[in-house]
């Protein structure tokens, strides 16, 4: 009897073990970033950033923007494509820490539950990224180097995607 009882410990505490091992690595890649933000290169301008865009999908509407709601955040562009139920919205700044303070506007305003669907704030320093859904639209907004990118509206996440590819492709491109 004594060794049944020996055995059953033993198997009790891997069973324990394993669900430790497989708890944490859900843990670990349910907070894992999406995607590693990419933005234009440095030289271009926010027309450039945009009109790149309009090779993969059509350029419907574009103009200058200095805000996102009533937030400031300087000069910027906006465009509206084809096939696109949203707004991108692109800033250049001066510096990285601009763009990160800008960002961090951003996060502030639409960030204060995270527990809302879809919540998601990464910031790692170099770069960060957030993503809200709100009432009707979801807003998702990357900073890296001294770009901030906001991009709004409903079912966007393959847009977000095309984006941020389109974006990394260049950049590869120009090494």
Known sequence: MKGVNEELKKVSSRSVFLLLIVSLLFMLSSCSVPFVPQVPP???STDAA???LSNKYYLLDSGEINGFGDIALGDGRYAVFDGVDGILMIFRYDSK???KEKWNEITKKYGGNPLKLKYMKVNMGTYGI???RLENTDLYTWYKENWLVVIT???VDKFVSDVNDIYKE???ATK
Do not use: L, M, P
């Open 42 to 44: 440095a030289s271009y």
């Open 50 to 52: 945009v009109n790149v």
């Open 97 to 99: 820490d601009e763009s």
């Open 130 to 132: 957030f993503t809200v």
């Open 153 to 155: 509206g409903d079912s």
């Open 170 to 172: 260049i950049n590869e």
